[in-house]
């Protein structure tokens, strides 16, 4: 039996050291109304076999803010083999470490070990970890308000970190001194301004001293981590707030000193709507980058092709509104059918909402985009490259031609049917042969 092993819960419970919240019966914390039950499952099959077992991290937050948490994360005394050995499914995703996922009625839920972390090496993970206890494990962690622990059968808060206190004067501290859990994971750097803005919290001065010293440091960690951090700090309400934070820190500078952070740029963000597609989101933040030093961001940032090409389109696209009005109507149509044009339109809402330019080419856009039907903006064609085969055309640069210029016509609406486009393109392009 392993020294965690049978721990049970009254060491913690007596712990001097440790601020347990109860809350008052009439204001306990509504866990089943934010249906963690099977986290609670897991939990309780974890002190059935004798071991230690709490709801922990950013769930614990939430529950403490009334917020429904997205996921829950559970953290228990039983070693890795332990946990695997009592739960039918299980991955090893990261058992070196002290971390199995447990599938339980069809969903994942990380369960990690007690643990503290020894040196980090690489601005990412420790080289290795010791298994521990409850205490020394939220020691470790980020921020006190992510340091809470809960147990769920006793519906208790436990604070070994003051986290309760900071979410009351909400604020963002790290635990400890914040360079070293900076240096230890470079991207809590981010993250820090993350929980700023999304909760709207003030960085505590030490914390955001350790934000602005360390800013160049956030090239240690990967693209992919950078991008994921920035994408939620872009769609989780307060878009604005978290790049004038990461203006303010230096953080901009080092990860997007392509953009030129102005005060427009600040009032497009204002109008990006909570959970906002993450493309859309980066094409507004980017809409004014000139489009070829856009695209080197989205590549830079390693987004997915599909939304290196949608944000890409938002960039180029955006100044075509202020031509709509000199456009014939085949042009109109083909720029319509960009996809997902809504997001076009709204960029360009938002762009000449805050700017007070091109705002008769976005609504001009709008009352011919809301008064054709998608049969009108692509409407099937009325030739084909067999139909000109058929006609003795050769296969050739020239069908493309003749299938432009037809579509060109019906677009128009100057042709409406299959045999007035075919005579159409036999007078208009005599065939060789004939």
């Known amino acids: 039996m392993s020294k965690l092993q049978g721990a049970g819960l009254k060491p913690l419970a007596h712990s001097v050291s440790a601020k347990v919240r109860c809350p008052h019966p009439a204001e306990k914390l509504s866990y ?153 994971d470079k991207l809590r750097i981010l993250r820090a301004i993350r929980f700023g803005a999304r909760l709207g919290y003030t960085i505590e001065p030490a914390t955001w001293q350790a934000v602005c010293e360390m800013a160049p440091q956030i090239h240690q960690v990967s693209a992919e981590r950078i991008r994921e951090e920035l994408v939620r700090i872009l769609t989780e309400g307060q878009a604005a707030h978290g790049m004038r934070m990461l203006e303010e820190s230096g953080l901009r500078a080092q990860i997007l000193p392509e953009l030129e952070w102005a005060a427009n740029i600040e009032k497009s963000l204002e109008m990006v709507k909570r959970d906002a597609p993450a493309d859309f989101a980066i094409g507004v933040l980017l809409h004014e980058v000139a489009p070829a030093r856009a695209a080197q961001v989205v590549e830079r940032l390693k987004c997915s092709r599909s939304e290196m090409h949608h944000i890409n389109a938002l960039v180029e696209s955006l100044p075509v509104f202020a031509r709509i009005a000199m456009m014939n109507t085949s042009s109109v149509k083909r720029f319509f059918r960009l996809q997902r044009f809504e997001d076009h339109l709204e960029l360009a809402r938002i762009h000449s909402t805050v700017c007070g330019a091109g705002r008769n080419g976005y609504e001009l856009a709008v009352q011919k985009y809301r008064a054709w039907t998608p049969d009108d903006i692509a409407p099937p064609p009325l030739v084909t490259g067999e139909d000109l085969i058929a006609l003795g055309y050769s296969p050739g640069p020239i069908f493309k031609e003749i299938l432009n210029r037809v579509e060109d016509e019906q677009l128009e609406g100057r042709l409406s049917g299959r045999d007035q486009a075919l005579a159409f393109a036999v007078k208009h392009y005599p065939r060789v042969n004939s």
């Open 32 to 184: 089943n109304a934010m249906k963690p039950g099977s986290a609670i499952e897991i939990v309780r099959q974890l002190r059935l076999k004798g071991h230690e077992a709490y709801l922990v991290g950013g769930c614990v937050r939430d529950m403490v803010m009334k917020l429904e948490p997205s996921d829950y994360d559970i953290a228990t005394s039983a070693l890795p083999e332990e946990v695997i050995s009592i739960f039918p499914r299980t991955e090893a995703i990261g058992a070196q470490f002290g971390v199995i996922l447990v599938i339980h009625r069809g969903h994942p839920y990380e369960v990690a070990t007690f643990r503290s972390d020894e040196a980090y090496v690489d601005g990412r993970r420790p080289t290795g970890v010791v298994f521990t206890d409850a205490k020394q494990d939220v020691q470790r962690r980020d921020f006190t308000i992510n340091g809470l622990l809960y147990d769920p059968i006793e519906e208790r808060v436990i604070d070994y970190v003051s986290g309760q206190e900071d979410i009351d004067a909400r604020i963002v501290r790290a635990i400890g001194d914040p360079r070293q859990r900076f240096q230890e």
